[in-house]
């Protein structure tokens, strides 16, 4: 499903995407702009947010009953309202069975800091990787 959703935006063809995404669909782009399913389909129909390329670096599956969590890295070059639009990306993206079909429940998208982005974005730091004691 992952490459068929990757196959559907950089055609510029989001049709294939609308049976697979849930109703209550619920999208968090790297900008902080959050979609239901009627924006996030209208936004890629009206070619708001057009993909040049799409190349995923690395891919993490976890499968959890009837859910199936996925976590990619995946660097850009896309154009957004007409502006250029790129960088590397970690995205997350939740399926959840639904009936007999897997359906897209939530995405977000989270910019990698110091990726050679093109934008203003602030470069945060990272957290400790375990808890700090006080």
């Known amino acids: ?12 063809n989001p049709a294939p995407l609308e049976p697979i995404i849930a109703d209550d669909f ?12 009627a924006q ?4 890629l129909h009206a070619g708001r947010f057009a993909f040049k390329s ?8 976890r499968m959890l009953r009837d859910v ?7 660097r850009i070059d896309a154009t957004l309202h007409g ?7 970690r995205y997350t993206r939740v399926y959840r069975l639904i009936g007999n079909e897997w359906k897209v429940i ?3 998208a989270t910019r990698v800091s110091g990726s ?11 957290l400790p990787t375990r808890p700090v004691q006080r």
Not at 40 to 43: G, S
């Open 26 to 37: 619920l999208g968090i782009g790297a900008n902080g702009t959050i979609s239901n399913k």
């Open 106 to 108: 939530n995405f977000e």
């Open 68 to 74: 199936a969590i996925v976590n990619s890295t995946i």
């Open 54 to 61: 799409m190349d995923v670096e690395s891919t993490n599956i």
């Open 40 to 43: 996030y389909l209208e936004n």
């Open 1 to 12: 499903m992952e490459d068929a959703w990757r196959t559907a935006l950089l055609a510029g």
């Open 116 to 126: 050679g982005s093109n934008d203003d974005m602030q470069r945060g730091q990272p």
């Open 83 to 89: 502006s250029p639009y790129r960088g590397l990306f």
